[in-house]
């Protein structure tokens, strides 16, 4: 659990708790080297024959007697963790159950503490006349005349005047230019916070008003920051960033998906003169090491990135913006598991900053959390311009005509050919990555599985290859059916985006079809391309999975079709009704931004579903309503708290026995109130050769269920093979 957070210089000599960086699960005891230390401070201690580095965290355990006690063997040239950073990661690791140090593990995966601060050369103009100019050196001395502020090393400054290093070398020698040293991390450039943005409409800009006071109070607030795609919630955030900017503090906006930042940063870029600095983990590590120093020294004020730009290690955080934030990908699903728009929230509070969650379908959380006053709500009811919402109309499935094997029917294909014929973009979206979902053996009816994992093999025609979308693992596409043996007899089942793409290209075989599905692009960056290829028309028809809807702008985008709006109805879990809804509507959202109105069609068996309904209506009020009711019926979140308890193993049966104990033995959670369902196997009863378990505990929002757990779960041994995973507030239920 966390330990009190001092900040008191620790003299010399007096005893202090490290806490390692490294593998180890427990704080250490040290003496205050000569001159002492901080808390905060990164350092360097004896451990056994090694050195480990390690932040000092508080006043030690006592568990070394005072005569054993070593000292820190140096204190290093990094930044501090900031008192409030370490009251937030001891209160994460509390909340989510994990340990401190690996919480804290998050917030220095940055490179190169023990190396200080790493210099490299520098070049500017200099006092002298060059003797004898040439071509080259006339050159190199109008690049540095043209950035007088920018700080060249030998190389970028060669290659931006298209001269060999050789002619720098020489003007220095002569005095025309300076070489110098400088701290390789050097601060981003700094935003242009004068620029004005777009003029704002009157909702927007009764928004921004509301926010930028946020920013000026310096305290704590939540704002849920609600509009439909294009109403310009991005432009209403920026307005809270130049402020808190102004502000002299740091922003940090937090996207679902590395593709989106592209877009993202050209708009910072253009609004404010100067780039964001992006964290994610495509970055090199020289990247990484820069950005958490200037981070923590105020060399970077505006931060865009993925989840994990929450634990750099900021001065002066003035505003977290958790853009989609109904997105789930915000939820850490392996490692530390949290969910970073609650992290968000927590971190805003112990630094007294501002949050905005930005979404047009907001998670049912934070709109109960707006509904009852805890956050702050802004509404932008309208697309901005011209723009209007498409109209959402759903095709009937049992009425339509489809071919086996095909999922276009004639109302969406009849859709997609007035949009060919106007130029104008189609979407068809199906949440299926993939050839087919299944395939099956049409001689014995065997379905081909995964040999590790409770789950079906996933065709991928692209790559020649049977995928698991579990554990990863690939396999040839068999000849013969590995169950009878027949041969040629294996047929793929149900549609996947790649099957979904070969149809359309019979369909419509002129057009120009684009796949936009995650594991088609080897890395992020060329997804970004591709996305931003597509932006500017490179596709007549795109056909994407969940990938294409979170906020990627398509302005020539016009038709959003659904291919199978059921997909997503019969949810093992209580969010399934909800998820649909909000994927659903983003996906609806794509269509028609610019100046042409969109149409979004949802091929469906049960229009008549409550939640079809509330997407055609277009009631989302209505919706959120409806399932706050059942969620208040059912005792679910928010109206309770649950925690998953997934125990694993190789060996079936211990992990179902161990299991059962834990069920047994649950005073401590029945103490507060709890109630505990299970054990079962899991929806996925098997990944990677690990068979699974759950349990899941319900309590009163009130009850310390966290205490209960830790409780409950130190009565137990556990063989070393088997694994416990707490996971507070699942969002996952398989
Ligand atoms: P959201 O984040 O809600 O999807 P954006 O902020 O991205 O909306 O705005 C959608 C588009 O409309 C963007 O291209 C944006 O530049 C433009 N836009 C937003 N507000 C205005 C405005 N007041 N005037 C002109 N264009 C605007
Ligand atoms: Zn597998």
């Not at 937030?88 to 919480?103: C, I, K, V, W």
């Not at 100046?595 to 069609?601: F, K, S, Y």
Request: net charge neutral.
């Amino acid at each position: 659990m966390a330990e009190p957070v001092f900040e008191d210089r620790v003299p010399a000599g007096e005893r202090v708790g490290i806490l390692p960086l490294g593998a180890l699960d427990r704080l250490l005891d040290y003496k205050a080297p000569e001159g002492g230390c901080s808390p905060g401070a990164f350092v360097e201690v004896p451990l056994g024959p090694r050195k480990i580095v390690g932040v000092v965290w508080g006043p030690g355990t006592g568990e070394v007697p005072e005569a054993r006690l070593r000292p820190v063997a140096r204190i290093l040239d990094a930044p501090p963790l900031r008192a409030p950073m370490r009251e937030f990661l001891g209160r994460a690791a509390d909340y989510t159950l994990t340990p401190l140090p690996a919480m804290v593990r998050l917030a220095t995966r940055a490179p190169g503490l023990t190396e200080g601060q790493v210099t490299h050369n520098v070049y500017r103009l200099g006092p002298r006349e060059a003797g004898r100019m040439t071509d080259a050196r006339t050159r190199v001395l109008a690049v540095l005349r043209d950035f007088p502020d920018r700080s060249f090393t030998l190389g970028e400054l060669a290659s931006q005047a298209g001269v060999g290093t050789a002619v720098i070398k020489g003007l220095v020698t002569q005095g025309a230019v300076v070489e110098e040293e400088a701290p390789r991390d050097r601060p981003y450039p700094v935003l242009d916070l004068g620029a004005p943005g777009v003029p704002l409409t009157p909702d927007q800009m009764l928004s921004a008003a509301a926010l930028r006071i946020g920013a000026e109070a310096h305290t704590y607030n939540t704002t849920l920051l609600k509009g439909v795609t294009g109403s310009g919630k991005t432009e209403v955030y920026l307005e809270a960033v130049a402020e808190t900017l102004r502000q002299g503090r740091q922003a940090l906006v937090l996207l679902p998906e590395i593709a989106l930042t592209g877009a993202f940063l050209a708009r910072v870029e253009h609004r404010f003169g100067a780039p964001a600095a992006e964290w994610h983990s495509g970055m090199t590590q020289t990247e990484r090491r820069r950005l958490w120093r200037m981070a923590a020294t105020g060399g970077a004020s505006l931060v865009v990135g993925a989840r994990s730009a929450l634990f750099l290690p900021f001065r002066d955080l003035g505003l977290v913006v958790v853009d989609e934030e109904h997105d789930t990908s915000y939820k850490q699903e392996d490692g530390v598991l949290y969910n970073a728009r609650d992290m968000a929230v927590l971190r805003a509070s112990i630094e007294k900053s501002q949050v905005i969650l930005a979404s047009a379908t907001p998670c049912l959380e934070s709109w109960y959390n707006a509904q009852t006053g805890k956050y702050a709500r802004l509404t932008l009811p309208a697309r901005v311009g011209l723009a209007v919402l498409p109209t959402v109309k759903a095709v009937d499935m049992r009425l339509e005509e489809v071919t086996r094997g095909n999922w276009v029917g004639p109302t969406l294909t009849e859709a997609v050919a007035q949009r060919l014929e106007r130029e104008e973009q189609s979407l068809l979206f199906l949440n299926r990555r993939g050839y087919a979902p299944v395939t099956l053996c049409r001689s014995c009816g065997h379905q081909l599985g995964c040999p590790h994992c409770d789950a079906r093999l996933v065709e991928h025609r692209f790559m020649r290859r049977l995928m698991c979308h579990q554990c990863g693992e690939t396999f040839p596409m068999p000849v013969a059916c590995p169950d009878c043996g027949a041969e040629g007899k294996l047929a793929p089942v149900g549609p996947g985006v790649e099957r979904l793409a070969e149809e359309v290209a019979a369909l419509f075989p002129t057009a120009r079809t684009a796949v936009l599905s995650s594991d088609l692009y080897g890395s992020a960056k060329s997804l970004k391309e591709a996305i931003e290829q597509i932006a500017d028309g490179a596709a007549d028809i795109i056909i994407g999975t969940q990938l294409v809807a979170k906020g990627h702008n398509f302005p020539k985008l016009t038709l959003a079709g659904v291919i199978d709006a059921d997909l997503g109805l019969y949810g093992s879990d209580l969010r399934a009704a909800e998820r649909t809804f909000a994927l659903m509507r983003q996906v609806s959202g794509r269509a028609g931004r610019a100046d042409r109105p969109g149409e979004a069609l949802l091929q469906t068996y049960q229009p008549h579903h409550p939640v079809i309904q509330a997407i055609l209506k277009g009631d989302d009020e209505g919706f959120w309503r409806a399932e706050l009711d059942g969620r208040r019926m059912a005792g679910m979140p928010p109206f309770s708290r649950l925690a998953g308890i997934i125990l694993s193993s190789e060996d079936a049966q211990e992990v179902m026995d161990k299991a059962v104990e834990m069920a047994r033995h649950k005073d401590p959670l029945t103490k507060i109130g709890a109630e505990v369902w299970g054990p079962a196997p899991a929806p996925i009863a098997r990944v990677r050769g690990r068979h699974r378990v759950r349990l899941l505990v319900k309590a009163d929002r009130t009850a310390p269920l966290q205490d209960a757990l830790a409780r409950w779960a130190a009565q137990f041994r556990f063989p070393s093979d088997l694994r416990l995973t707490m996971d507070i507030d699942p969002q996952s239920f398989m």
